[in-house]
């Protein structure tokens, strides 16, 4: 992924956290007949490795647990807010027209070597603990145990468990950096009428990369 000097995130914890919130992660990885792609919650350990790993399942239908390379590396993309930027938003349309729209985007590129895990174990556990870091927030968080232990049996022998050490951890955030301020603080204005959630996550990173500015 291109990176340029206004875009990049420097610290990793940056790029994990991105991870933590949105953890539906675009996994491409090289199969027998070309590039494979599938969509995965992760969970990340910070822990394990100096980046974390990521920890996540496919169903035991998916012949792409079987065909992961002994050494071959592989990419989990992260999306967060992104949002189109038009330039009716920016003062300098009407000052000098010198503007063009934009996209605005936070991603973090995860990268490692895949390994199929089929045990067990492992898989229970995994699952308890992505299940436990997405329920937390709900009033009644639903738990493994409160499914009958031979149903959550018969789930666990249809998925196979898969764990990516994560060698290289790239952030990337595109948040009108190199726009001009008061372009910038249009862009603010303009994303928080538009009302959606994702354009007000967008415009808190906006003015977010402003602060240092002011």
Same mark, same amino acid.
């Given at each position: ?95 000098? =027209? ?7 985007? $936070?991603? @973090?590129? *995860?990268?490692?070597?895949? !390994? /199929? +895990? ?71 204005? =303009? ?7 994702? $354009?007000? @996550?967008? *415009?808190?990173?906006?003015? !977010? /990369? +402003?602060?240092?500015?002011?």
């Amino acid at each position: 992924m291109y990176v340029s000097k206004h875009h990049a995130l420097p610290e990793p914890g940056e790029a994990q956290a991105l991870i933590e919130a949105y953890p539906l992660g675009a996994w491409v990885v090289p199969g027998t007949e070309g590039l494979v792609a599938n969509h995965v919650p992760f969970l990340l350990d910070r822990s394990r490795g100096p980046f974390g790993t990521l920890m996540g399942h496919v169903s035991r239908a998916n012949p792409v647990w079987k065909q992961l390379p002994a050494s071959g590396h592989s990419v989990v993309m992260f999306q967060g807010p992104q949002s189109y930027i038009t330039p009716g938003w920016y003062p300098g349309k009407q000052e000098h =027209g010198k503007v063009v729209p934009t996209w605005n985007y $936070a991603v @973090a590129h *995860a990268h490692g070597a895949a !390994r /199929a +895990i089929d045990d067990e174990h492992w898989l229970r556990d995994m699952l308890a603990r992505l299940t436990a870091a997405h329920e937390s927030s709900k009033p009644r968080p639903w738990r493994m145990t409160d499914a009958p232990a031979d149903f959550i049996d018969k789930l666990l022998h249809a998925v196979v468990g898969i764990e990516i050490p994560i060698e290289r951890l790239v952030g990337k955030l595109k948040a009108s950096q190199d726009e001009a301020l008061q372009d910038r603080l249009g862009t603010v204005s =303009g994303l928080a009428a538009e009302g959606s959630e994702n $354009a007000a @996550a967008m *415009a808190c990173l906006v003015e !977010r /990369a +402003i602060q240092p500015l002011r």
